[in-house]
């Protein structure tokens, strides 16, 4: 079992920025990827970036792309979401995930959730 525990969130001026973490209770050689992901009121959870723990491989959707930066701390189980340039469209609850084998973007195949943190865009 993998358990999960986001921090780092809060509130937010745009164009600021925050540095989320996600703490692993262990990196798995199955449970490999980790992906963040977000869930504005009213709108379906989805997914932000990806990454390898293995080899720090990094995916991101599109609209964070440029602005969002994934890394790993593998001694400490840990991975973190570097957001700049944060725009009021970024508010939501952010989660991050474990899942088996490559990354995804995909909510629906990653197995182990952390309970999320809130993040807020406004001035």
């Known amino acids: 079992q993998v358990q999960l525990v986001e921090s780092g969130g809060g509130l937010v001026q745009p164009g600021g920025s925050l540095r989320l973490s996600c703490a692993a209770s262990?990196?798995?050689?199955?449970?490999?990827?980790i992906g963040w992901f977000r869930q504005a009121p009213g709108k379906e959870r989805e997914g932000v970036s990806c990454?390898?723990?293995?080899?720090?491989?990094?995916y991101y959707a599109d609209s964070v792309k440029g602005r969002f930066t994934m890394s790993t701390d593998n001694a400490k189980n840990t991975v973190f979401l570097q957001m700049n340039s944060l725009k009021p469209e970024d508010t939501a609850v952010y989660f991050c995930?474990?899942?088996?084998?490559?990354?995804?973007?995909?909510?629906?195949?990653?197995?182990?959730w952390g309970q999320g943190t809130q993040v807020t865009v406004s001035s």
């Open positions: 990454i390898r723990t293995n080899d720090g491989t990094t």
């Open positions: 262990r990196f798995t050689s199955n449970y490999r990827a």
């Open positions: 995930a474990a899942r088996v084998g490559a990354c995804s973007l995909s909510t629906g195949s990653y197995f182990y």
